[in-house]
């Protein structure tokens, strides 16, 4: 979590900004085919806090998945698929993304 004023002269990526043209970024389409949201409440944070995570460290463990996701509160419980989807955005990060 970052301050908007610890930000200022930095570039700043938004949920938007991970898509490629109208295509989903790995991450986003992540959630999608793991089911990941319900809500929607949650989403847009789970997905950025998957995105920083695998911006350092791109094969996390679920402890590390844990940990990077923990400052997102999910209130429909949907943590098992966000820990998937978060899974599945590394190996296809890794595998190049999708086709």
């Not at 938004?14 to 992540?30: D, P, S, W, Y």
């Not at 920083?52 to 400052?71: C, F, K, Q, T």
């Not at 955005?89 to 999708?98: D, F, M, S």
Request: charged content about 25%; proline content about 4%.
């Amino acid at each position: 979590m970052t301050l908007a004023v610890e930000a200022e002269g930095g570039e700043i990526t938004t949920l938007e900004g991970l898509m490629r043209g109208e295509e989903l970024g790995e991450v986003q389409q992540a959630f999608v085919e793991e089911d990941a949201l319900q809500c929607g409440y949650c989403t847009p944070g789970q997905i950025m806090a998957v995105e920083g995570l695998l911006r350092v460290n791109p094969d996390p463990s679920l402890e590390e998945i844990r940990e990077g996701v923990a400052g997102n509160l999910c209130r429909c419980g949907a943590y098992v698929h966000i820990f998937k989807a978060a899974r599945r955005a590394a190996r296809h990060k890794h595998e190049g993304g999708w086709p």
